[in-house]
């Protein structure tokens, strides 16, 4: 039997009616903005205890009778006890991915946190930032990984998210200081506990969406993805974004804390009044930090790795030798430009090592913690044996490190 209707064609012979309509091409997949949000918020969270340590370090320093050499090495505590554990953490979740280990972490921090509001000496406030360490050591590697899960696809910008939080917390740490710690002394730090309880929630939520989302459901293995690179060109790539991560976190070490005692020291200004310029400082970090991203997702990430550090050399030279109001003009713009560098230099080395997030974001989040809080060490003795304004001048040169990422290679694909 035959039928009344016949077919219509298409050119290449095709009947139209089989023709995929565009309606039925897969739809492009959406970052989650929920669980994006949340994890930045966690983010801030955990960012905001380490700018609560660098906020009381005027207290700290007037209370326990400390040098500029122990100062350094509060920061140095909580740096190394980061990194050296979280490119382990990122290596062993790569295997085996840990989701409740998220709110294990923050519960270190809580510990931290309340060792560091009854600290009787100088010893516990060591521990107390040991323990804030290793919170932030389980943290940042997994964290980073349901980042670039949650992208969409979008992973400069799924990462400035994520960073921005952190960010946007080492901004707040110095005004609730400067509000709450500053006229109500050391013991009132444990009211912050109340933030970080908040995080543990947060992170309770965020580990159920990853266990049921990427594990139970997406445990098969997958196919081994292979570098766009030959492994020579790999290391020699790492070992170049290594030296940006130390030019940065070394000067950011310097100028953070230590920040408000050149403040204090060379203008005259008060302990609250240091701490406001502080927090316009690390604000312009955080607008920094959401910018890098996103114009690395579009022009690629070189470009932003190169202007972030290179571009900050002339004014990191100038800010030696301006008045009180070129000085936090100066801070604005440096926070600005060199924050946008790090989402751009993470997602960059992603790229280079396909299928290994984890030990990638471990490798660089301890390696700037360690540079960051060998910084602080070092130039805290710098302090003692000059003055913190030689120390100013002296660290205005590590932008100029920003000339090696002409080594960098080309064109790493943006997968």
Known sequence: MTTSATATLGTNGTPIDAVPSPAASPAKPKPAFGILGAISSAHMVNDMMQSLILAMYPILKGEFSLS??????????????????????????????????????????????MLLAVAPNFSVLLLAAAFIGIGSSIFHPESSRIARLASGGQHGFAQSVFQVGGNMGTAIGPLLAAAVIVPFGQSSVAWFGLAVLLGIGLLLQVSRWYAAHHIAVGGSKKAAVGSPYPRKVVIGAIAVLLVLIFSKYFYVAGLSSFYTFYLMERFGLTVQSAQLHLFFFLFASAVGTVLGGPIGDRIGRKPVIWVSILGVAPFALLLPHANLFWTTALTIVIGLVLSSAFSAILVYAQELMPGKVGMVSGLFFGFAFGMGGLGAAVLGLFADWTSIAFVYQTIAYLPLLGLVAALLPKGVRRA
């Open 68 to 113: 500029f050499a122990q100062i350094g090495l509060i920061t140095l505590t909580y740096q190394l006890t980061a990194s050296l554990l979280q490119p382990l953490v990122g290596l062993v979740t790569d295997r085996r991915p840990q989701p409740y280990s998220l709110p294990l972490g923050m519960l270190s921090t809580l510990v931290g946190l």
